[in-house]
T-cell receptor, first 114, second 113 residues
Framework: DTGVSQDPRHKITKRGQNVTFRCDPI?????LYWYRQTLGQGPEFLTY????????KSRLLSDRFSAERPKGSFSTLEIQRTEQGDSAMYLC????????????FGQGTRLTVV | QKEVEQNSGPLSVPEGAIASLNCTYS??????FFWYRQYSGKSPELIMF????GDKEDGRFTAQLNKASQYVSLLIRDSQPSDSATYLC?????????????FGKGTTLSVSS
């Protein structure tokens, strides 16, 4: 499978716990994006990497969220001290240069905080 | 606050008809415009992007952009039941707006056979 891969597909966690999600972009894509989507809403931008550099982070994102992309390959998104409001689908997308935005989305990680 | 507005629908059209999906945006400095299709329970798929005023055609899809009116639309010709999905409009700002796309809430299209 040469698409964007996300792991896990589903995560149920108790409020206050930390969770970490992984995204493997399409191999030659240098741009990687994280979005969050709740039911009935469009995706909401979280953060963007070009290679290993995190170039943009949503001002709406609290300090409980952090993302990394070591060596410009896979990326991880960590949420600390989860809250019920963090329940959502977390989407990763990648693209190759240009100005096309997130071209290919992964299947997402559905987070449920109980 | 930058906003992207779409009619949530549902928009219902018969098979073979033209479906017209509309989107308005608030940031006059926006430079790039995108349409995504999202089937229920699936991730968004990029259909088209457009940068310049006018029309851009790709198969049965035509994107139309009018920057003066801050309006972008997507036409789907010869609509098929398989086109039934939610269509997301997304806008990227210009200048120092960075790379973040701002998405609308999407319009649900239903094509009946």
């Amino acid at each position: 499978d040469t698409g964007v891969s996300q792991d896990p597909r589903h995560k149920i966690t108790k409020r206050g716990q930390n969770v970490t999600f992984r995204c493997d972009p399409i191999s030659e894509h240098n741009r990687l994006y994280w979005y969050r989507q709740t039911l009935g809403q469009g995706p909401e931008f979280l953060t963007y990497f070009q290679n290993e550099a995190q170039l943009e982070k949503s001002r709406l994102l609290s300090d409980r969220f952090s993302a990394e992309r070591p060596k410009g390959s896979f990326s991880t998104l960590e949420i600390q001290r989860t809250e019920q409001g963090d329940s959502a689908m977390y989407l990763c997308a990648s693209s190759l240069g240009g100005d096309r935005g997130p071209a290919f989305f992964g299947q997402g990680t559905r987070l449920t905080v109980v | 606050q930058k906003e992207v507005e779409q009619n949530s629908g549902p928009l219902s059209v018969p098979e073979g008809a033209i479906a017209s999906l509309n989107c308005t945006y608030s940031d006059r400095g926006s430079q790039s415009f995108f349409w995504y299709r999202q089937y229920s329970g699936k991730s968004p798929e990029l259909i088209m992007f457009i940068y310049s005023n006018g029309d851009k055609e790709d198969g049965r899809f035509t994107a139309q952009l009018n920057k003066a009116s801050q309006y972008v639309s997507l036409l789907i010709r010869d609509s098929q039941p398989s086109d039934s999905a939610t269509y997301l409009c997304a806008v990227k700002g210009g200048g120092q707006a960075g790379t973040a796309l701002i998405f609308g809430k999407g319009t649900t299209l239903s094509v009946s056979s």
